[in-house]
């Protein structure tokens, strides 16, 4: 391949970005594939032409998204990763806060999607749950009488993803997870009433039940009630902290 200036080329910034660039592309493409070695930073340097510091650059850079893990020790390098639907999720999440934070994105929004995303996937773990998720979602239902906020925080947010789980698709879990963290870590979390938590208690019951009866139906009902009812806490909570920041 033919060097490229330090520089990179014109109107790409700077060269780390460039390499970062088109090492994700042949990571996405599948020309790289996952458990793949790159090439030592040394030859890295000769194949695009740049320094050992733009190389530890843009490897450092797919590193934080997950797309590499550098291992040290005479087999080590840097390697593509395989990610988890975990991974992703957590790279999406903190994508959507600070694009919620900077209010480029509504809390209307992230209601909206999360809607679309998790009453079919109610749906699909009723058809495909198996007895262990249905142990964990057992493990997860609590008595809001007194509870603390963030048990009652915790094990909400485990509800879900274990709901998530039992619809036995990582990329829905992927997807769907991040947006249900940026709705309760910026809206919820410590701000949301008593009854709120009442309501939360009771839906999660009856969507369990539906669940575990197979009840496809019935488990995108529940959810779409679940997650309708509690809609206008979200956007009472939001209209205050856009109020306290104006």
């Not at 970005?17 to 790289?32: E, H, M, N, P, V």
């Not at 995303?117 to 007895?131: D, S, T």
């Not at 915790?154 to 997870?177: K, S």
């Amino acid at each position: 391949m033919a060097a490229r200036s330090e520089r990179g080329t014109a109107g790409d910034g700077p060269a780390y970005r460039t390499l970062a660039d088109t090492l994700r592309a042949q990571i996405l493409s599948g020309k790289l594939k996952s458990g793949d070695r790159l090439p030592a930073e040394p030859e890295l340097c000769e194949m695009y032409g740049v320094s050992r510091s733009t190389v530890r650059e843009a490897l450092r850079a797919l590193a934080t998204e997950q797309l590499l893990v550098t291992r040290r020790g005479v087999a080590g390098g840097s390697f593509v990763a395989a990610p988890q639907p975990g991974d992703i999720a957590g790279l999406v999440q903190s994508s959507l806060a600070l694009l919620t934070d900077a209010d480029s994105v509504s809390v209307e929004s992230l209601l909206e999607v999360r809607e679309m995303l998790e009453v079919p996937a109610a749906g699909l773990a009723a058809a495909r749950h198996a007895e262990e998720h249905l142990a964990l979602l057992d493990e997860t239902l609590f008595d809001p009488r007194g509870a603390d906020p963030d048990v009652m925080f915790g094990a909400n947010r485990d509800f879900h993803v274990g709901l998530l789980r039992a619809a036995r698709n990582p990329v829905l879990e992927a997807v769907t997870a991040p947006i249900f963290g940026v709705v309760y870590e910026r809206f919820v979390r410590r701000q949301a009433p008593e009854q709120f938590w009442t309501r939360v208690d009771h839906d999660h019951r009856d969507i369990l039940d539906r669940v575990r009866a197979g009840d496809v139906a019935g488990a995108e009902e529940a959810q779409r009630a679940h997650l309708g009812g509690l809609r206008p806490t979200y956007e009472r909570i939001d209209r205050e902290r856009r109020a306290t920041r104006d």
